[in-house]
């Protein structure tokens, strides 16, 4: 197994250290993601057959690589943040590897989903059962139990229904430290709610949406941030092989309740291109963001997975800016 997450991050400490400790697995240790140079040759020349990371460090293996670098990989695992087809189907193409998606929390311990290979077929009777299902985080860990929650009742959503995703299992942190209200607002009657929606199909693979906390709720309808992102991404032709080029937050309207500030790093990203383009793929209006500002770099954590407080500190500062300015 490649080593190369962060350990301060619980599933670098979980998956990538103590898992091969216990297990008896041989590791191979980088010290960083972001070194990609070495995660390849790291990769070639131990032999590495299992690696795992976030779509933001697997996007620049891609580019590092040569014919034959990754040819001892089985099985590579991806998480943190929603994976994208592209680097999904360019895995496919160019290694012939189907990239894992999984999904988890920090206060799940931190896996709680994940796709993984077919399963093998023990007598000549049985049947197939699937391991992965493609856009999907797979089933749940086992000992596991989950419900999806109405987000406004918390009434349990029937199978197939989306909702906020809500956990049990030993797996399940009991409480945040010395801050019993934050503690008492993340569960429901017992059930840890995680903020996050999605919904469970009849095999019991999970689908995620997005985070609760990625909608805006404009003129009394739902907007998906990160669909609008991927429409923008898309439009726009964008390669965030070194970073994000494109985030969409929300920030309070005194009209609308909420509305839409896009920070991308792409000069051509304009108000005027971005509601052309949008427009052009069938978007609501109410999904085009109308506050469009040009930054130098999109915030990430150490982990990968993009900085939430500080893009939203930078699309406040372009709200206030914006209605400073506006006459």
Known sequence: MLACLPIFHSFGFTVTMWYPLLRGCRVVSVPSPLETGKIVDAIREEGVTVFVGAPTFLRPVVRKTKPGDLRSLEVVVSGAEKLPMDLYETFLEKYHIEIMQGYGLTETS??????QPDPAIPTPTASRQPGRRRGTVGRMMPGMTARILNP????EQAVGEPGIVAF?????????LKDPQKTAEAFHDGWFVTGDLGRFDDDGFLT???????????????VPHGTVEARIVEAFGCDE??????VVMGVPD???GEQL???????????EAVREKLTELGLPNLWIPKVVKRVNKIPVLGTGKLDLKAAKEMALAVSTETKVLAP
């Open 110 to 115: 931190p896996v709680s989903n994940v796709n």
């Open 152 to 155: 406004e009742t918390k009434a």
């Open 168 to 176: 049990r299992g030993d797996n399940i942190f009991s409480g945040y």
């Open 208 to 222: 995620i949406e997005g985070r609760l906390s990625r909608f805006s709720k404009i003129g009394g309808e739902m």
């Open 241 to 246: 092989t070194d970073g994000y080029a494109a």
């Open 254 to 256: 005194a009209t609308k």
């Open 261 to 271: 500030v896009l920070l991308s790093t792409r000069d051509e990203i304009t108000p």
